[in-house]
């Protein structure tokens, strides 16, 4: 029984870590190349090393970090090829999802909520990136999800979580908010129409507009958001800042 017990308190501190570190990389406060070794994580949450290396490892298979011959672990830089499929697949599944939704019989009460929250009086939006950037993923998932099919609902979910980290950074700037509801909103207005073919003209644009962006994503911009998320979520990364690009 004491057996079961302990595995079981190392499984849930190697969740707690596992999601904190995860966090920490949306939130920008470790960035792409940051280096950082096992000792200095395993202090930092109050743990021991095994714990600490379950959590890694399991970044690791989902290609958040990778681990370097005798010399700890990194964030993986970014590489921008495999962003670029991740927006070709999303544009189809979304595009999709669209004429689906257009072509229902009834309208689907999670869109006329979409509608009530994007038509907001801009004096009530939030201004910070970590909530608008929710919002804005829980926008383009409740559409995909409102289409009812569950396999492309799960696919897209994937994509989601590994672009999360390169659309918050759409969100540091302000016109980029302003322009998100605007656009949500003509979009949920198209497919409320049952204007198919505009409803996707729109969100291709829409979706190009956030890929431009990361298309100019810089070291600079980085530390920027690291700054930002620090003046908002205090907390400390090990290890200190390294190159970052394409690989």
Known sequence: MKM?????????????IYRQLKQDIFDF???PGDRFSENE??????????PVREA???????????????????VK??????????????????CAAVRRLC?????SPQLEALTTLWNTPQAQRPSQVGPVSALDERFHEIL???????????IHHDLTERLRIIRRLDFTKPPRIDATYQEHAAILDAIAHRRVEQAQMMLRAHIEASRNEVRKITLHMLHEARAHGRETT??????????????
């Open 41 to 50: 994580i395993a202090e930092r949450m109050g743990a021991s090393r095994t």
């Open 103 to 107: 072509e229902q019989d009834t309208p």
């Open 4 to 16: 079961v017990l302990k595995n079981q308190t190392r499984e849930n501190l190697a969740e707690r």
């Open 56 to 74: 890694l490892f399991r970044l690791e298979r989902e290609d958040y970090v990778e681990v370097l011959a005798r010399s700890g672990w990194q």
């Open 77 to 94: 830089p970014f590489d921008f090829e495999y962003f670029e499929e991740l927006y070709d697949v999303r544009t189809v599944l979304e």
């Open 234 to 247: 205090p907390a400390e990364v090990p290890g200190g800042p390294a190159g970052v690009g394409p690989r």
């Open 29 to 31: 406060r470790l960035l």
């Open 144 to 154: 995909v999800e409102a289409a009812g099919n569950q396999e492309m609902a799960r």
